[in-house]
């Protein structure tokens, strides 16, 4: 299985600018979590490519802490990157990775959306999500971990979605036939995000990162008032334009991750004070 699936995600030809020129995966059939192994690999001298994948994880974490539900079924997965991007740039590392992965995903007719900041989404329920952990030295990040974790056939909650549920309510689209070429999708899904971040730069990837967000033009209500999402700035944060007020010209403003909660699909979206 190891050497099919470094076969299969092995990219056909490599750039100047591929951040992941190769892979070196490490597979585990249950352990904390593929982060916590990864960082111990890497301390132990493993290079950037080295991918751990796991069956389970019992101490599985997502955005802000979260425990992330990781039974038996689903991929389970950490990339080591060396970006050498600005410490203010980590969102960009999520971002891209979440539309590589997305893309790809389309590639094979399954029409995964993304839910601002870290989620990949199905028929508007989540079909999985992405973490990036990173290591900084004078303001520069030296090391990145990806993490992603994508519903295969594992037990999920209610607005989750699995793919093996999605196939068995459509046939025609099941065109991924095992967990393994799945994880080989998902490593050459992250080196087509991060290789675009690194030619084209951030700003025309967010022209086609924001193509995929289920969250645009959706009517929201924050602390300065009304609004209307429209898209994401460059450091990673959602960009709202707010209804003007008498005569006023449209005033936009901009939020953090963490200071605003999305729902999904129609579900409406509110502020979160801190």
Known sequence: MLETLQEL????NSCDHDPLPSFNVHLFDCIPSTHQILWQLINSG??????VIASEQTAGRGQWGRKW???Q????LSVAINPQIQASQQAQL????????????RDYHIPVRLKWPNDLILTERKLGGILTETKVQNGQIVQALIGVGINWANSIPETGINLQ???AQNPDLAKLYSLEMLA???LQGLRIGLRQLSTVGIEHLLTSYSQLLT??????RVAEGSGVIIGVNATGELRIRLEPHDANKAQEICIEPGKIRLGYGSDESFHIKS
């Open 165 to 167: 549920t999605y196939f």
């Open 73 to 76: 079924g689903g991929l389970y």
């Open 94 to 105: 999520t971002l891209s990775s979440a539309w590589g992965i997305a893309t790809i995903l």
């Open 215 to 220: 969250c645009i033009g959706h009517q929201v």
């Open 9 to 12: 995600a092995e990219p056909n």
């Open 46 to 51: 493993a290079e950037a490519g080295t991918v």
């Open 184 to 186: 080989a999708l998902v």
């Open 69 to 71: 539900q990781s039974s």
